[in-house]
């Protein structure tokens, strides 16, 4: 195919859900060894396997109330698609209908832990909307993110190639960027969210006061 996104790695794309964009890239590491002169004698490429990733833009009505519901997503061991999921991440504005980013790599073994995640709902619009923070009442949001990332870990056999993966250190983070017409643009966490800090604030002599806001909340494995 030479036109238009039609691989959905993740099996996620629908009626209401048009995939974006989609990229397969290679992972993989080199084994040099050096010779009297510094040169590399041989070399070796090892622990390879691809990277994936997704974009998906929500184009439906949503339900009777107009939210979009994401539903019940995972960190980790994707075994219908035969991936690891590493990041699922949703995007809001006030230009934009909601987006949906996924990425993963390649599957190997059984992971020892998997990550469930409650998704943020959102309506179903072009309206930038908090996910894990309350903008103020005089404050205006104007985009928002909201992303879940698990770090992973490999074991390897002997001759260096994945056998298996895992994912650990679940957490989410979220941030807006807001601005206010007649006061200090400001927000709050959400319950189970923690604030990364204050809000950041910026003024100029030819623009209306802007802020942004940083929360996070750390995730357990299931058991």
């Known amino acids: 195919m030479s036109y238009g ?3 959905d790695h993740f099996g996620i794309a629908d009626t209401n859900w048009k995939l974006q964009s989609s990229s397969k890239d290679p992972i993989s590491s080199n084994a040099t060894g050096d010779d009297e002169n510094g040169d590399n004698a041989c070399e070796t490429v090892y622990d390879t396997a691809f990277a994936y990733t997704a974009s998906y833009r929500y184009c439906g009505t949503g339900d009777t109330l107009g939210n979009v519901v994401f539903g019940t997503r995972i960190l980790g061991a994707d075994t219908t698609n035969s991936k690891l999921l590493t990041s699922v991440a949703v995007a809001t504005s006030n230009t934009e209908r909601p987006v949906m980013t996924v990425n993963g790599e390649d ?12 998704m943020p709902t959102v309506t179903a619009a072009k309206t930038a909307q908090g996910m894990g923070f309350t903008a103020d009442t005089v404050t205006n949001l104007l985009s928002s993110t909201w992303t ?6 490999y074991a390897q056999d002997s001759d260096g190639q994945r056998v298996i993966s895992d994912v650990y250190k679940g957490r989410i983070e979220a941030s807006g960027e807001l601005m206010s017409c007649t006061g200090t643009p400001g927000a709050s966490a959400d319950t189970g969210y923690t604030l990364n800090g204050p809000v950041s604030n910026s003024q100029n002599n030819t623009g209306y006061e802007t802020a942004t806001v940083n929360v996070f909340q750390n995730l357990l494995a299931d058991t």
């Open 107 to 118: 599957l190997f073994g059984t992971p020892s832990h998997v990550y469930t995640l409650t």
């Open 5 to 7: 996104a039609s691989t």
């Open 148 to 153: 879940a990332t698990a770090q992973t870990s």
